[in-house]
């Protein structure tokens, strides 16, 4: 297999034998880090249980003399809780993580509330910022304090999208060499990214990617500091304490930052979009362009299956499979739903298949039981399980409804390509050569087979009516 890849790939996970380095000897490095470079005692550190690398870290340092009458000069002792952000395990997306600290520092500089950066470690990959104390749902939020939330949000947006680009090229943030491609130079570097590390045929992609440089958004050129994974932040009290996730912080077009949290909002409940972009107009935000939106939000929804192409095909060890998968399994359907919308083209619904009972089911119940039940010492390896009791539940939903998946999938490629393919395998690579030689002539076509197919890989996440394998719709965005 090819060894190509991003400069974001994080070499110091890897222990000198090739192995993943433990999670243990990674949380010792990082306390040393902190007590060498922030000053004082870490008095507490505990690894998130998650996709990624993420430590919190509690320190007490003496903080500045204070006078006491009658008495001798104390120090006060100040407390810390800190954040250290790590570097992905399996997502290849061409955002280096240093980049996130340059605009998140950058941010913090000019007013926008982000967490304070303390520095970069090396080794774990990582760099230390402030923890912010809030919440980053809406579960327990009544609706009128999230409007006022979000409110709050699209004004950070508009002061965002009103700063000086100087400062952020001068930091070396991802821009593109002529403004007109300033709305696609970060899907290239995602598209560099992929095609980096790209291990099998992967005919929905390629299909989307060749649909997008045929259709080019043309238009108004607009260029400014943008956050892009939009709709990431901590609340309290109806106010944003903080926007956080900046990793694909680039320079770019504003439209993008009001697409970006389309998706999130199946999840989330971001409220009325066209009441927040015109709050985002009234507290000078650029002039707000749907249809540049509704594009940008297409090409979004390729951002999962972008990323996580490589590990999916080949996941390295410690990759939450699971996660991956269902990330890109809902979005892919975004996608074709995105791309409907804007072709016009209505979607039927996908049956589920039957499902059969096969030799494996009694095993495969068993492990799943025995998964589900398995109780660890502490959170982490608890985390660890949940992940091993998901991949058992897809292993089993793909023992029952695996074949009648691949068989769809192949009477469709029949009616499109004119013979029936051998397997699933050669069916791909069939697939995958038509979109290539397409002139956009089967648009239609294609998408109701994406989407079919799509829905189905959704279908294999787990159970039927399960979380995991359950789809989130979002507002049908052709009523605005």
């Not at 003496?62 to 800190?82: I, T």
């Not at 991802?174 to 099998?200: C, F, H, I, N």
């Not at 393919?421 to 239609?444: I, K, M, N, T």
């Amino acid at each position: 297999m090819p060894d190509a890849r991003p400069e974001n790939t994080p070499e110091s996970t890897a222990a000198p034998s090739g192995e993943l380095e433990s999670m243990e000897s990674r949380t010792a490095k990082v306390v040393r880090w902190v007590e060498e470079n922030v000053g004082g005692r870490v008095t507490h550190v505990d690894p998130q249980a998650r996709w990624r690398p993420v430590w919190f870290v509690s320190v007490e340092r003496e903080g500045e003399e204070e006078e006491e009458e009658e008495e001798e000069e104390e120090r006060s002792v100040e407390k810390l809780e800190l954040c250290v952000r790590g570097d992905r395990l399996d997502c290849m997306h061409g955002f280096p993580l240093e980049n996130e600290m340059k605009i998140q520092d950058l941010l913090h500089q000019h007013g926008i509330p982000v967490a304070k950066v303390y520095g970069w470690c090396d080794d774990p990959r990582a760099y230390v910022m402030d923890r912010i104390d809030g919440v980053e749902h809406f579960r327990e939020t009544d609706d009128e304090e999230r409007d006022r939330v979000m409110q709050h949000y699209m004004e950070i947006l508009a002061k965002i999208h009103s700063l000086e680009i100087a400062p952020f090229a001068e930091a070396g943030l991802l821009r593109a060499e002529r403004p007109e491609q300033s709305g696609w130079v970060g899907m290239q570097t995602y598209e560099d990214a992929y095609r980096a590390v790209k291990k099998r045929p992967d005919p929905f992609l390629e299909f989307c990617l060749a649909w997008l440089k045929r259709n080019p958004l043309g238009g108004e050129v607009r260029e400014t500091p943008i956050v892009w994974d939009s709709g990431q932040l901590m609340h309290r009290n109806g106010r944003v304490e903080a926007v956080i996730d900046l990793e694909l912080g680039h320079i770019g077009d504003p439209m993008m930052d009001l697409a970006g949290f389309r998706m999130r909002t199946s999840v989330l409940g971001f409220g009325d979009f066209e009441a927040l972009y015109d709050h985002y107009a009234a507290h000078g935000g650029q002039p707000v362009d749907r249809r540049a939106i509704r594009y940008h939000h297409f090409c979004f929804t390729l951002s999962n299956q972008l990323a996580f192409h490589d590990a999916l095909a080949e996941p390295p060890r410690g990759s939450d499979y699971m996660t991956n998968m269902q990330w890109c399994a809902e979005t892919n359907i975004y996608a074709m739903e995105a791309l409907a919308e804007i072709l016009e083209i209505e979607l039927e619904s996908v049956p589920m298949p039957e499902a059969r009972v096969t030799s494996g089911a009694v095993a495969h119940d068993h492990l799943i039981d025995w998964l589900r039940n398995f109780e660890a010492d502490d959170a982490y390896t608890q985390h660890e399980f949940r992940i091993f009791f998901r991949l058992a539940r897809h292993l089993a939903r793909t023992d029952e409804i695996g074949s009648a998946v691949e068989a769809a999938n192949l009477d469709d490629l029949e009616g499109l390509l004119g013979h029936r393919p051998e397997d699933w395998q050669a069916g791909d690579v069939a697939l995958e050569r038509f979109v290539l030689e397409d002139d956009g002539s089967h648009d239609a076509e294609l998408v109701r087979i994406f989407h079919r197919r799509t829905w189905r890989y959704l279908m294999l996440c787990g159970p039927e009516g399960s979380a995991i394998a359950r789809h989130n719709p979002i507002p049908d965005f052709r009523v605005s």
